[in-house]
Structures are given as structure tokens and as C-alpha cells.
């Protein structure tokens, strides 16, 4: 159950596109297109903003998009905002009934 | 509106056991799997644990297994997380969690578990 890979930090301007990638293994992220992300605030509980790698949960914004190539998996956050400054996590799931996290990634909009 | 509500965190010193709970609402509980997923402090997810919507089915990390016991109460729509022999690696924030499709997660708020002597 080693955890997925993620860059420790991403950055970007208001307006600009910023893409966090997640790659993991073909028992995982390669194997299942349950992949999914979650948007962590300072303090606060984690938020889904991504399933089923590419779809939006309802009073997501369309700014949000995912896919997948292989075994990398990737969070594409367009039109940055300033709200978006947060943690994001990736998840998949990894066969037996169980659940592996990427060690997340600090979005900072500059 | 989904709410997941834990409680049962706290100082526990190491060997020690702790029975965390989690009531839900705002869906029917009983046909929904569930987990726990937990946060070292400055650190990452890590999931923990899931549990049918029966209850007949349990996972755990491997790390937990042997020490934690997963379960839940339909009946009552809650979720509870056994905790014996912890160690202080197992202090964390505790969020009880509802998959909401493809396995993605829907959260609680969550519960600080602290193991220091």
C-alpha cells in the first residue's frame, strides 16, 4: 500500500491553469478508473472535487477537470481563483476493498 | 444533506484504547459503505478502514490490522472505529467517511486522537 506520488507544490496566477499530477502503479491509479481528488482547506475536512477520474460532483465548478493517461492521473484547476489556494489530495482505489492517497500537493495562488 | 458528525477522540496514553463514533445523517445509511480515513498533524491522508453496507465485509490497512476493529450500528445510522494497543503514530485527525460512487469519499468533520503518555 505504498502512497500515490504528487508534487509537494504547485503555484499559479489568478486566471492562469495550473495541472497536479498523481501517479501511482498498474495495481492502482493503472489498474481502476477510480481515481478521485479532494480539496483540503487549512482546518478543514477534506472536500471531493473529482470522481470516477474525470467527473464533477454537483456545485463543483467546471474549472475543475481530471483524466488519466497509464498510471498517472491528473487535476487540472483552470481559471485560478484565490479560494482555490488549498491541499489536494488524489486517491484510487487499490483492488481488496482498499483505498490509496497521493501525500498531497500545496496549490499557492499567487 | 449528507452529515457525518464524529466524536470520541481525546488524550489516551499508548496502549491504550479508544472508541470513536460517527453518526449519520441525511441519507440512508444502511445502503452505503463506509470507511475511515485519517490525518497525521502537517501530514496526508491515509485511509484506515471500510465496512459493507451490511457490515459483513471489513479491510483494513495493513498497518491497523490486529488493532483496530471497524463496525457500524444500522439500526442507530451510526459508524464506530475500535482503537486498542495505540501507538503514538496513530495520533491524527479521524474522519469518518461515506463512499459516494467510484469510491470517492464524501467527510465528516473529524476527531483528534492524541497518544502521548
Same mark, same amino acid.
Request: net charge neutral; aromatic share 10%; glycine share 12%.
Given at each position: ?9 504547485? @503555484? %499559479? *496566477? ?18 481502476? !478508473? =477510480? ?29 475543475? @477537470? %481530471? *483524466? ?18 488549498? !491541499? =489536494? ?22 | ?117
Amino acid at each position: 500500500q505504498s502512497a500515490l506520488t504528487q508534487p509537494r507544490s504547485v @503555484s %499559479g *496566477s489568478p486566471g492562469q491553469s495550473v495541472t497536479i499530477s498523481c501517479t501511482g502503479t498498474t495495481s492502482d491509479v493503472g489498474r481502476y !478508473d =477510480y481515481v478521485s481528488w479532494y480539496q483540503q482547506h487549512p482546518g478543514k475536512a477534506p472536500k471531493r472535487v473529482i470522481h470516477d477520474v474525470s467527473e464533477r460532483p454537483s456545485g463543483v465548478p467546471d474549472r475543475f @477537470s %481530471g *483524466s488519466k493517461s497509464g498510471n498517472t492521473a491528473s487535476l487540472t484547476i483552470s481559471g485560478l481563483q484565490a479560494e482555490d489556494e488549498a !491541499d =489536494y489530495y488524489c486517491c484510487s482505489y487499490a483492488g481488496r476493498y482498499t483505498l490509496v492517497f497521493g501525500g498531497g500537493t500545496k496549490l499557492t495562488v499567487l | 444533506e449528507v452529515q457525518l458528525v464524529e466524536s470520541g477522540g481525546g488524550l489516551v496514553q499508548p496502549g491504550g484504547s479508544l472508541r470513536l463514533s460517527c453518526a449519520a445523517s441525511g441519507f440512508t445509511f444502511s445502503s452505503y459503505e463506509m470507511n475511515w480515513v485519517r490525518q497525521a498533524p502537517g501530514k496526508g491522508l491515509e485511509w484506515v478502514s471500510y465496512i459493507s453496507d451490511s457490515g459483513s465485509a471489513t479491510h483494513y490497512a495493513d498497518s491497523m490490522k490486529g488493532r483496530f476493529t471497524i463496525s457500524r450500528d444500522n439500526a442507530k445510522n451510526f459508524l464506530y472505529l475500535q482503537m486498542n494497543s495505540l501507538r503514538a503514530e496513530d495520533t491524527a485527525v479521524y474522519y469518518c467517511a461515506k463512499d459516494s460512487g467510484g469510491w470517492s469519499l464524501d467527510w465528516g468533520q473529524g476527531t483528534l486522537v492524541t497518544v502521548s503518555s
